[in-house]
């Protein structure tokens, strides 16, 4: 049986498909129309799911959408009619772009994917949310935490998943949401207010200002406590809604008393930079008195975010009585806040749908349909996060003949590590292109940049020359996984799975920051810990540098350029590999280099 998810219509469209249970292709839209949060309908995505699997849409059993389309315009229709005159914008944006499309989302997919009405279903967001973290996760029961901006009207859900898991499983697994926090009252909205205020765009800079933070001290907790309140016995959460506009106008998120309390925002253009970040520039007082200020906030706001989600999610463990703990929802791509929730809470392992905002909801829809509706056991988990698009070496190969590109090809796969090794050892910055692209938003080593993570000068060269982008940003260390406990300060790293997905950040310990320092931000890195069997190329390539250098990381982010989706087809790996200063792009079995 065949089960399509899709995700649509807000940020960062998706599809995902299953067979019996099990995942079989995912993708966002982003990847193949190239527009970076694509909320239109993701009919690329979707195609090449069904490709992927060698079926046609009249093999579909069901197509389920992430969310239930009237209850989220009931909220919006509500919230406007409360706050008329003052949201009439709001009012009319909403009306243009929900009686225009929205409403008919039933039509969209059945027309959009080529199936008949009647295999259209809807799957409430936070239970897509919930679906996709517990019925993907390793763990058979699990406390499960969805935190996000708002789905119809839900901005948090608290809940248990119980099930048998394996070959042997016969009883059909369940989920309750016992506990939910309803809009206007949203810690996502919250934290990206402050997103807006810092200079940086809703939905899409909120990992910026967790970059940002730790250059800064949360001075501020005293005027977060005006904006908002947390009952610290349950972790519920109240905002005063005089300091915030998103709900009554559609182009700002905070108010002008927020303003006056905390001083006019950041220009977006500005250059970000401290005494801790280019203490070279101490000359330039005012800038850099005015960017602390700006950094201490930021602190501030993930302070109280993370703060907030331990009281929650300590709440949640006292009422479930459970070990494990699941998440999803965009909150959940809060690195720092979930490291603290696995050491402050009592909970003793916790696993993150490695898709965890929207997009990840077409594959809870999916997975909800299969397990909920139709009753089916669970008999598959999640160990990676490789189900987009492949290229063959021969797919590779025609595009560099097609381009008339000179390019080295390689039979032996040690010999291809050991060229790639050299020149990450020679500081040479590689494009690294193989296999299926990613599911969710990092870049695990099949579309990634990789470089020499010792030297402090790579984290600028990497992005002000091939990122374009603030230097303030942090890069990942990827490391061999059952090596992670000599080089970071957490327990049972080696057998724990959030570090897999770089979904956890950690500190490095004190002796081993002086050796990478391109991944050390601020005493700290968003590890990515790999396994031979996941990923035997990848982990042949950092195995080896470590071999050469004594260093068993290396650095990893994204590939692509600053505003860019991350690349899906060689010819995207090669004009970012050609746009930037990228040395080396390795193509599957094939290198290609810069002139000389």
């Given at each position: 049986?065949?089960?399509?998810?899709?995700?649509?219509?807000?940020?960062?469209?998706?599809?995902?498909?299953?067979?019996?249970?099990?995942?079989?292709?995912?993708?966002?839209?982003?990847?193949?129309?190239?527009?970076?949060?694509?909320?239109?309908?993701?009919?690329?995505?979707?195609?090449?799911?069904?490709?992927?699997?060698?079926?046609?849409?009249?093999?579909?059993?069901?197509?389920?959408?992430?969310?239930?389309?009237?209850?989220?315009?009931?909220?919006?229709?509500?919230?406007?009619?409360?706050?008329?005159?003052?949201?009439?914008?709001?009012?009319?944006?909403?009306?243009?772009?929900?009686?225009?499309?929205?409403?008919?989302?039933?039509?969209?997919?059945?027309?959009?994917?080529?199936?008949?009405?009647?295999?259209?279903?809807?799957?409430?967001?936070?239970?897509?949310?919930?679906?996709?973290?517990?019925?993907?996760?390793?763990?058979?029961?699990?406390?499960?935490?969805?935190?996000?901006?708002?789905?119809?009207?839900?901005?948090?859900?608290?809940?248990?998943?119980?099930?048998?898991?394996?070959?042997?499983?016969?009883?059909?697994?369940?989920?309750?949401?016992?506990?939910?926090?309803?809009?206007?009252?949203?810690?996502?909205?919250?934290?990206?207010?402050?997103?807006?205020?810092?200079?940086?765009?809703?939905?899409?800079?909120?990992?910026?200002?967790?970059?940002?933070?730790?250059?800064?001290?949360?001075?501020?907790?005293?005027?977060?406590?005006?904006?908002?309140?947390?009952?610290?016995?349950?972790?519920?959460?109240?905002?005063?809604?005089?300091?915030?506009?998103?709900?009554?106008?559609?182009?700002?998120?905070?108010?002008?008393?927020?303003?006056?309390?905390?001083?006019?925002?950041?220009?977006?253009?500005?250059?970000?930079?401290?005494?801790?970040?280019?203490?070279?520039?101490?000359?330039?007082?005012?800038?850099?008195?005015?960017?602390?200020?700006?950094?201490?906030?930021?602190?501030?706001?993930?302070?109280?975010?993370?703060?907030?989600?331990?009281?929650?999610?300590?709440?949640?463990?006292?009422?479930?009585?459970?070990?494990?703990?699941?998440?999803?929802?965009?909150?959940?791509?809060?690195?720092?806040?979930?490291?603290?929730?696995?050491?402050?809470?009592?909970?003793?392992?916790?696993?993150?749908?490695?898709?965890?905002?929207?997009?990840?909801?077409?594959?809870?829809?999916?997975l909800w349909a299969w397990h909920?509706?139709?009753?089916?056991?669970?008999?598959?988990?999640?160990?990676?996060?490789?189900?987009?698009?492949?290229?063959?070496?021969?797919?590779?190969?025609?595009?560099?003949?097609?381009?008339?590109?000179?390019?080295?090809?390689?039979?032996?796969?040690?010999?291809?590590?050991?060229?790639?090794?050299?020149?990450?050892?020679?500081?040479?910055?590689?494009?690294?292109?193989?296999?299926?692209?990613?599911?969710?938003?990092?870049?695990?080593?099949?579309?990634?940049?990789?470089?020499?993570?010792?030297?402090?000068?790579?984290?600028?060269?990497?992005?002000?020359?091939?990122?374009?982008?603030?230097?303030?940003?942090?890069?990942?260390?990827?490391?061999?996984?059952?090596?992670?406990?000599?080089?970071?300060?957490?327990?049972?790293?080696?057998?724990?799975?959030?570090?897999?997905?770089?979904?956890?950040?950690?500190?490095?310990?004190?002796?081993?920051?002086?050796?990478?320092?391109?991944?050390?931000?601020?005493?700290?890195?968003?590890?990515?810990?790999?396994?031979?069997?996941?990923?035997?190329?990848?982990?042949?390539?950092?195995?080896?540098?470590?071999?050469?250098?004594?260093?068993?990381?290396?650095?990893?982010?994204?590939?692509?350029?600053?505003?860019?989706?991350?690349?899906?087809?060689?010819?995207?790996?090669?004009?970012?590999?050609?746009?930037?200063?990228?040395?080396?792009?390795v193509l599957g079995s094939h290198i290609?280099?810069?002139?000389?």
């Amino acid at each position: 049986m065949y089960i399509l998810g899709i995700s649509a219509f807000y940020h960062d469209s998706a599809a995902a498909l299953i067979q019996d249970g099990e995942l079989v292709a995912a993708a966002m839209e982003e990847r193949f129309s190239r527009k970076k949060h694509d909320s239109d309908f993701p009919k690329l995505a979707a195609r090449f799911c069904l490709e992927q699997a060698g079926i046609h849409p009249r093999d579909l059993d069901y197509v389920v959408f992430y969310e239930k389309p009237l209850l989220k315009f009931e909220r919006i229709l509500q919230t406007s009619l409360n706050a008329f005159p003052r949201s009439l914008g709001l009012w009319r944006e909403s009306m243009l772009t929900w009686l225009g499309d929205k409403l008919w989302v039933r039509s969209h997919i059945a027309r959009g994917v080529g199936v008949p009405y009647s295999k259209v279903i809807f799957c409430d967001h936070h239970m897509s949310h919930a679906a996709s973290a517990f019925f993907a996760c390793p763990f058979k029961d699990a406390a499960i935490l969805t935190v996000d901006g708002v789905g119809e009207w839900t901005s948090t859900t608290l809940g248990a998943g119980k099930s048998s898991l394996g070959e042997d499983a016969a009883t059909p697994p369940s989920i309750e949401l016992f506990a939910e926090q309803r809009f206007p009252h949203s810690l996502g909205l919250l934290y990206s207010t402050f997103t807006a205020w810092l200079g940086f765009r809703v939905n899409n800079g909120e990992y910026k200002v967790m970059g940002m933070s730790p250059y800064g001290e949360p001075r501020y907790m005293e005027k977060l406590a005006k904006l908002a309140a947390v009952d610290p016995a349950s972790g519920a959460f109240q905002l005063n809604m005089d300091y915030f506009d998103f709900h009554r106008s559609p182009k700002r998120s905070y108010s002008r008393k927020f303003l006056e309390l905390f001083g006019e925002a950041r220009d977006a253009e500005a250059d970000f930079f401290t005494a801790r970040t280019n203490p070279e520039r101490r000359s330039e007082r005012e800038a850099m008195e005015a960017n602390q200020y700006y950094a201490d906030v930021a602190a501030s706001i993930q302070r109280f975010t993370e703060d907030s989600l331990i009281q929650t999610a300590t709440y949640l463990q006292k009422e479930t009585g459970l070990s494990k703990l699941v998440m999803a929802g965009g909150v959940a791509l809060n690195t720092k806040a979930n490291w603290r929730i696995l050491n402050e809470t009592p909970f003793d392992e916790l696993w993150i749908q490695p898709a965890a905002g929207d997009d990840g909801g077409a594959l809870g829809a999916a997975l909800w349909a299969w397990h909920v509706l139709l009753g089916k056991p669970r008999k598959w988990k999640q160990t990676h996060a490789y189900y987009g698009r492949s290229y063959s070496d021969g797919e590779c190969r025609a595009f560099l003949d097609a381009a008339q590109l000179p390019y080295e090809s390689f039979t032996d796969e040690s010999k291809l590590t050991e060229r790639i090794v050299d020149a990450l050892t020679n500081q040479q910055v590689i494009g690294f292109h193989q296999g299926r692209f990613e599911w969710g938003p990092r870049a695990l080593g099949n579309r990634s940049i990789l470089a020499d993570p010792r030297g402090a000068d790579m984290k600028e060269i990497v992005n002000t020359k091939i990122k374009f982008r603030e230097p303030f940003r942090p890069f990942a260390p990827v490391i061999l996984r059952e090596r992670a406990h000599e080089y970071f300060d957490y327990p049972q790293v080696a057998q724990h799975d959030a570090p897999r997905y770089m979904l956890m950040v950690a500190p490095i310990k004190a002796d081993k920051r002086d050796e990478i320092h391109a991944v050390n931000h601020e005493g700290t890195g968003r590890l990515q810990s790999i396994d031979q069997a996941t990923n035997p190329r990848y982990y042949a390539i950092v195995k080896a540098f470590g071999e050469a250098t004594g260093v068993p990381i290396v650095l990893n982010t994204s590939f692509n350029l600053r505003g860019e989706p991350i690349v899906n087809s060689p010819r995207e790996a090669y004009n970012t590999f050609r746009n930037s200063d990228i040395d080396m792009l390795v193509l599957g079995s094939h290198i290609v280099r810069k002139p000389v």
